[in-house]
């Protein structure tokens, strides 16, 4: 699956990012690793899944319907 930048503070160069699965449109974002047992904890992620910490930026690039194309 082709992925895509979908925007992020510093432009096209480094991080925090939105990005994009082109096929299926879902959003995933590029953070920094939750690494605090107290924080996994609190979250209750399963096994298999993992959270990032994604400063508020990136998700102004996110179209604001949810579902149409790169803003």
Known sequence: MRIEIVGGATRQRGSPRSRRYEESGDF?????????????????????????RVPA??????PKDGTSGVS
């Open 28 to 52: 995933f974002a590029q953070g920094y690793v939750i690494s605090d047992p107290s924080d996994v904890e609190q979250m209750r992620i399963p096994i298999g899944e993992t959270g990032t």
């Open 57 to 62: 930026g990136p998700f102004d690039f996110l």
